[in-house]
């Protein structure tokens, strides 16, 4: 029986409620599956664990995920707690630490579900955007001097390396190629950032050189907003770097009906280090105790999981137990107009779990 090992960091919010349930789901699929196992070690780390030691995550915390198959996490963030301190010593120091260079955000509606958009462009959302992870705007390179003066200066420094570039543009042409459509856009905004984003352009067009059968446009960021919304039918896989994909896939989430419902891969495409999966929607502390976040985005996040752990079949049962669950008002959370809880949501996706393998036997 394959086994896989499993790191949880439910994080801060209802980051505990959608990861504990989304567990709750994959022992569902691996018990009903009979094929493989997860072995779950769970981590306190987050903002209670800053409060109580000073520190979101040991110092050797990095250093202990290498040896999980992956990483499941809830969110990170807290009001009494500045964000840079929450996402930079927790979120951040995973994923750079751990190389995850490509994060991966897959967009659409699912099924009776109805975002902003009029219906008949809604539903030609069906785009994957791929984030560059690990350097661009959230590099981390820059500081501050003068601290208190009228002269004080904060410097943020975007960072483009080719070998960044390079990596990440080729792992979104290969993702693009898997797709029906074979189509990509690049974003970029070189029309103003004259340096970083121009040697992010020269870098992209010589990657994409070695995939001729891929229709490939660009787009400024400003103007990729815009057709989002007014023509979300004509885009399919998007490159964008750190910040920009940061905001764009934020919008992709909105107009897919809710930010409760996206998922995300902070992807090692090498295999070397374990990847990280995480709903988008934050730590939600208005939500705390009431029982009623959308568990979605993370149990899609299993998705994206099973996937990479090559448990194909487990992925694709998932997936369908969330779209049935999507389809019937009943098992709506208040994100999506509904009244259902976190855990009839859960329950739901877990009951349809067992009658699709109950059919299959």
Known sequence: MRRHKIALIPGDGIGSDVIHAGRRVLDALAGSDGGFSFAFEEFDWGSDRYRRVGKMMPDDGVDTLRGFDAIYFGAVGDPKIPDHITLWELRLAICQGLDQYANV??????PNIVGPLRPDLGRDIDWVIVRENSEGE???AGGRAHRGLPIEVGLDVSVFTRSGIERVARFACELARSRPRKQLTIVTKSNAQRHGMVLWDEVCREVIADFPDLTVDWMLVDAM??????????????????????????????VSGSLGIGATANLAPDRKTPSMFEPIHGSGFDLIGKGIANPVGAFWSAVLMLEHLHESRAAAVLMDAIERVTADEATRTPDLGGSATTHDVTSAVIRIIQRQNDAAA
């Open 105 to 110: 955000r897959p967009s659409r509606l699912l």
């Open 138 to 140: 959230y590099a981390g």
């Open 225 to 254: 907003t815009m057709r989002m919304v007014l023509r979300p039918g004509t885009i399919d896989t998007v490159l964008a770097t750190n910040l920009h994909a940061d905001v764009l896939s934020d919008l992709a989430s909105a």
